[in-house]
């Protein structure tokens, strides 16, 4: 899966998953472009600052990666997340800045990278970074989990309007060991017995997924949502069973 001639833009790419997607596609030798709101913590040559919900700052993001490498290959929508609050508790605006940034920025990147593909004689590669939280509860964090479940259908549509030139798929991720990881699992080692593999996802794992998304070994792959969660999570009546069994003893 080497994508030597490769130019890959990963939005939220200098820290966390996207830190991971972006060491992946580099050493795959993609010639990678990041970009987030504030200048990453190490020097990085293809750093490119933008705010991916501004329209302005998209297309310039967009045409500064085609003037300095002449084209756009992939584009994987990693920009995202959301604090934890209760839907109950959250206002307006907060749950309008959480869709915004989960669902409609990576649409309007999208767009803007689409332009710039479909003229393109091999078109391109779009993979959004979507979560699990779009496809069951998602208690904290509700407005979140609405928006991943938009963008994964939003993923479906974009590879019909889009195809042949432009294939899109979507990552469903689970939980994911960064540097932020104890903002919404303080009791990591507690969350990663609930996996089935036993263990969180590293980012290069999510990275390795894009990776395969976006190369020819997924040629026919388009529409899809490639679920990376380790499993899922142990069916809660198991777990009960398991307690009450222990209980007995």
């Known amino acids: 899966m080497r994508l030597s001639d490769r130019v890959v833009l990963v939005t939220g790419g200098t820290r966390g998953v996207g830190a991971g997607i972006t060491r992946v596609f580099r050493d795959a030798g993609a010639t990678v472009v990041t970009c987030a709101r504030r200048p990453p913590d190490r020097e990085d040559p293809g750093f490119v600052a933008c705010d991916v919900r501004e329209p302005d ?23 995202g997340g959301s604090p934890q609050v209760n839907a109950s508790e959250a206002s307006p605006r907060f749950h309008a800045k959480v869709v915004e940034l989960n669902l409609l920025a990576p649409l309007l990147v999208s767009q803007a990278a689409n332009r710039v593909m479909q003229d393109q004689s091999d078109g391109g590669v779009i993979v959004m970074v979507s979560s699990v939280s779009g496809r069951r509860p998602s208690p904290g964090t509700a407005g979140y989990g609405a928006a991943k479940a938009g963008l994964d ?21 689970g939980p994911v ?3 932020l990881s104890d903002m ?12 089935p593999l036993g263990r969180l996802a590293e980012p290069e794992d999510v990275g390795n997924c894009a990776l395969f998304l976006a190369s020819p070994l997924a040629s026919y792959v388009s ?14 009546f198991l777990a009960a069973q398991s307690s009450s069994a222990q209980g007995e003893r």
């Open 184 to 195: 919404h699992y303080p009791e990591l080692a507690a969350v990663a017995k609930t996996v």
């Open 177 to 179: 060991r960064t540097e």
């Open 223 to 236: 529409g899809a949502t490639l679920l990376v969660h380790g499993g899922g999570e142990w069916p809660a």
């Open 153 to 173: 259908s939003l993923t479906g549509s974009l590879a019909v309007e889009w195809a042949p030139k432009v294939r899109v798929n979507a990552l469903a991720v």
């Open 57 to 79: 700052q998209v297309s310039a993001l967009i045409g500064t990666v085609v003037d300095r490498h002449g084209r756009l290959d992939v584009l994987v929508n990693n920009a």
